[in-house]
């Protein structure tokens, strides 16, 4: 486990692997204090690799191995080499059969990587590297084998034995054991095996497939928790339906199983046929699960879904090329949240998920392309840049080349690679052969790092009606990449006459007969341009007076775009545009720079002055068009949110977060006085009557409601928070009770001790309800905050070994409560630096995302950075540091 010189490892070393395992025969026995592996491999030499001689390599991690037969006959010590990480077999044949039994720990094993023990059985994960921690094995995506499965348990402790494909026997054993054996028809790579063998219950549905094959769905769970697995059950059978409109493609299994449990590093898996998810996406219920557990519950089981395809079918050559899968994973997972919900409010949640994940990791010292050139430590490189910058960089296929040659793309990928293991380059290749379109340019997506800005300035001549839109393309240097070469980039944008209409679009040089693929054609409303140079020039015609522009719709690229709005001109596009992304996202620039406009005011001894024209664009917000309450509760919850205070800090050259924190929370006060009629009328008027239920349009209400009720209380009115107390008592779903407690946990009363004793007496028994009561006390904007969070370390309800209560405490802390970390003392960071510590000798995995929290650090003031070194550098200096953590530590103080 601990590799005392880490190594980093070079895209430009790949090589194809020198030998092939075409099938591997793997027999698990699960003892009370270990397992016993056999593991049969029939191996032979890579054809396309041929003369080669080399020997015969597996990976290993901490196995005990037992024996190793060579096409039957035991070797002897000197015809293998051992070392921590591999077996070596110098000579071999060109085909052969090669038998290892080893020893593992399932029992001890709290990374959660490979085979471990949780609460009612045994689980596995795989992905990236964790096969080798089960047998001895070729631990690489571009090593595809035919498994077949038997696993062996007690039969009244572990009555479920699971694995990938279809159950072909089972049976007894005597001593009470069982054992049954799975065969998964499709080869694949190590990192999609799985296997479970627990107590569960089972909730089980049927999908006819379009071209009518029957296919049995099951969910398993917790024992007693099946009321809870109905809502993930829908999701699934949503996602096998949109799957199959919206792509054409369809389940290629007779069985799919899904199961939940609590011990999981990160959310979801997708082996094949077996997927293993954090009890997180799949259990809900209204009286414990929000809206938004319900919704990422969908998109979670829709993400691993479609991984299916996206990942299994057509897999990854190696993992430099792992947004091959979870980029484009991602983006149709976010389009099936676009047809399920609001389109645009999904995205705009996406954008600011960006914004405040993506943005500062390519603006910090862990900056990598969405295709990395080279790791320390593949576990740390499940990141947003890979996953959220990896979608947004499909998506803008999809602008470029337009959906119908999109869907072609897809088709060809998959006539052409599937079976494979494949790159990046493969999936755009297929993408422009089919749409015709060139993305050479474009590629540089994949290999350079860092946010792009755009500057924009305008001119517009009336006498001509000509109006130039002059676009400048930089991108700030990143680790190993101090200059950039120009990206191609789509700007998809629309022109506003004075009333608030768009105007037809005539562009210069346009091409009536030969439009761009993916552009509205000459005339529209909306086009998108193509900024392939460093600085360019576009002019629109027959622009009848100065337009206002409203630039990057839809968030068309993942780049910063600059051009001096007035705030006029943004009132002007929050009222009208008609792409409402880019309504909200007015309403995001002027508080932003207001609250800038404020920290200045502050540190000169100033108060905040907050201009008519932001109060009357937020009344009207609330009030919306016609009569009372706004046309889309859901979108009015976003626009009336103020930015995070992580996004603010992002926008400073040096980060003040207690004059971030003073100022958000004074602008938040006086919208709160100025508009107390408005808010307390929308909090009346968008009640959700009748039984609770998920849906877009009671979320949406809801989440107005709720937006309404926390401005409330930042009057600090005693009966406003009355008013969350008692809509905490009285509430029927867990969306209102969670609410009402998130804004009481932010002020001292007597309602907030009251409500957090009571919400844990009631829910101490369901760990996703605790993780929740964990969080919202992490979040909390009281200066007694880490001491608080200090003693929940200690409290019954946590543990160190859950991952959920890690992130929920700890994670939530240091990411979540931007004023309380960054604390002047420096209390947080040392604090953040005893848990990495602690937790670094359990599971480095989830230590190192601890550590990213320091990601930053070199953005604050000299005192707070003297306090970060100290804090990275004692983490740095602890004797037998994982590799994981280490690459996160020395990257950020490098
Ligand atoms: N591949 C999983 C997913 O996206 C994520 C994951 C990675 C889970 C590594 C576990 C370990 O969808
Ligand atoms: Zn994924």
Redesign the pocket.
């Known amino acids: 486990m601990r590799d005392p010189t880490p190594k980093t490892v070079y895209l430009k070393d790949y090589t194809p692997p020198p030998f092939i395992v075409e099938a591997i025969d793997l027999d698990i026995d699960l003892r009370d204090d270990h397992a016993r592996v056999r593991s049969r491999l029939a191996i032979r030499r890579n054809p396309n690799m041929r003369p080669s001689t080399g020997p015969l390599v597996l990976d290993g991690d901490e196995l005990a191995l037992e024996s190793v037969k060579l096409n039957g006959r035991p070797l002897a010590q000197d015809e293998y080499r051992l070392d921590a990480q591999r077996l070596i077999i110098p000579q071999t044949p060109d085909a052969l059969a090669l038998e290892t039994v080893v020893r593992i720990h399932p029992h001890q094993n709290t990374q959660l990587m490979g085979l471990y023990a949780s609460k009612d059985g045994f689980f596995t994960?795989c992905?990236?590297e964790?096969f080798r921690r089960i047998t001895f094995f070729i631990d690489r995506p571009d090593v595809m084998a035919r498994y077949t499965t038997t696993i062996h348990a007690d039969k009244a402790r572990y009555p479920y034995l699971l694995s990938n494909g279809n159950l072909i026997a089972q049976g007894d054993e005597g001593s009470g054991r069982h054992w049954a054996r799975w065969e998964d028809p499709f080869p694949k790579p190590s990192y999609l095996f799985a296997m479970v063998a627990a107590k569960l219950d089972r909730l089980e549905d049927t999908f006819i497939t379009r071209s009518g094959k029957r296919a049995r769905l099951q969910i398993y769970v917790e024992p007693g928790k099946l009321d809870q697995a109905g809502f993930a059950m829908q999701a699934l059978k949503k996602a096998m339906k949109w799957d199959e409109d919206v792509f054409g493609l369809e389940l290629d299994l007779d069985q799919y199983m899904i199961v939940a449990v609590g011990d999981?590093?990160?959310?979801?898996?997708?082996n094949k046929g077996l997927n293993i998810f954090n009890t997180k996406y799949v259990l809900a219920r209204p009286d414990i699960a929000t809206d938004l557990d319900f919704q990422h519950i969908d998109r979670?089981v829709a993400?691993?879904y479609f991984?299916n395809w996206t990942?299994n079918r057509v897999t990854c050559r190696d993992w430099f090329q792992l947004s091959l899968?979870?980029g484009l994973?991602v983006f149709r997972e976010q389009e099936f949240g676009a047809d399920m919900y609001s389109r645009p409010v999904q995205r705009i949640c996406e954008v600011r998920h960006l914004r405040a994940t993506q943005f500062p990791e390519d603006a910090g010292p862990m900056a990598h392309p969405v295709r990395p050139q080279s790791y320390m430590e593949i576990?740390n490189f499940?990141t947003a840049t890979v996953?959220e910058k990896g979608a947004e960089v499909v998506r803008m296929i999809h602008t470029l080349i337009g959906k119908e040659n999109f869907r072609k793309g897809m088709d060809l990928y998959f006539r052409r690679h599937d079976g494979q293991a494949v790159t990046c380059d493969d999936f755009v290749q297929a993408m422009q052969d089919a749409s015709g379109v060139d993305l050479t340019q474009f590629k540089r997506w994949y290999d350079q790092a860092g946010t792009p800005v755009l500057d924009v300035s305008d001119h517009y001549d009336p006498t001509t009606q000509r109006y130039t839109l002059t676009v400048k393309q930089s991108c700030p240097p990143t680790p190993g990449q101090p200059e950039k070469l120009p990206f191609h980039i789509p700007l998809a944008l629309g022109l506003l006459d004075r009333d608030g209409q768009d105007i037809p679009l005539w562009l210069e040089g346009d091409d009536a007969a030969h439009p761009p693929a993916g552009d509205g054609a000459p005339g529209s409303t909306t086009r998108v341009l193509s900024v392939t140079q460093p600085e360019q020039t576009f002019t629109f015609l027959r622009v009848p007076a100065k337009p206002v522009p409203s630039l990057l719709r839809g968030f068309s690229a993942p780049v910063h775009v600059r051009y001096p709005y007035s705030d006029q001109a943004l009132a002007h596009l929050m009222a009208h545009d008609s792409d409402p992304f880019n309504r909200w996202e007015a309403g995001q620039r002027m508080a932003t720079d207001l609250i800038l406009k404020g920290i200045a005011e502050l540190k000169a001894g100033r108060d905040l002055v907050v201009p008519e024209s932001f109060v009357g664009a937020m009344a009207r917000l609330l009030k919306g068009d016609e009569g009372y309450g706004p046309r889309d509760p859901a979108f009015a919850a976003e626009a009336l949110s103020l930015p995070d205070e992580n996004f603010i800090a992002e926008q400073m050259e040096v980060v003040d977060p207690d004059a971030i924190h003073a100022v958000r929370t004074r602008l938040a006060r006086i919208l709160a006085e100025h508009l107390r009629d408005e808010f307390s009328h929308a909090y009346r008027a968008h009640a959700v009557p009748g039984p609770y239920s998920p849906d877009a349009a009671s979320a949406g209400k809801r989440a107005l409601r709720n937006r309404c009720l926390a401005y409330l209380a930042e009057t600090q009115d005693p009966q406003a928070l009355r008013l969350a107390f008692v809509q905490f008592e009285t509430a029927d779903n867990m969306t209102d009770a969670m609410a009402a407690l998130s804004i009481l946990t932010h002020f001292d009363c007597p309602e907030r001790e009251q409500a957090l004793e009571a919400f844990y007496a009631r829910w101490k028994d369901e760990p996703l309800v605790v993780d929740k009561w964990l969080r919202v006390q992490a979040t909390s904007r009281l200066p007694d905050t880490l001491e608080k969070v200090k003693r929940l370390t200690e409290h019954p309800a946590f543990s160190i070994k859950n991952p959920n209560k890690v992130y929920s405490l700890i994670g939530a802390f240091s990411t979540g409560n931007h004023v309380r970390f960054h604390a002047a003392d420096g209390a947080g960071y040392q604090f953040l630096a005893d848990q990495v510590i602690i937790l670094d000798k359990l599971n480095p995995q989830v230590a190192a995302r601890l550590a990213r929290a320091f990601d930053r650090w070199r953005k604050f003031d000299g005192g707070r950075q003297a306090h970060a070194r100290a804090a990275l550098e004692r983490i740095r200096d602890t004797a037998g540091l994982s590799k994981d953590v280490a690459e996160i530590v020395t990257k950020a103080l490098g």
């Open positions: 994960q992905e990236p964790g999981f590093n990160m959310g979801a898996m997708e979670v993400h691993e991984h990942g899968k979870e994973t576990s499940y996953y």
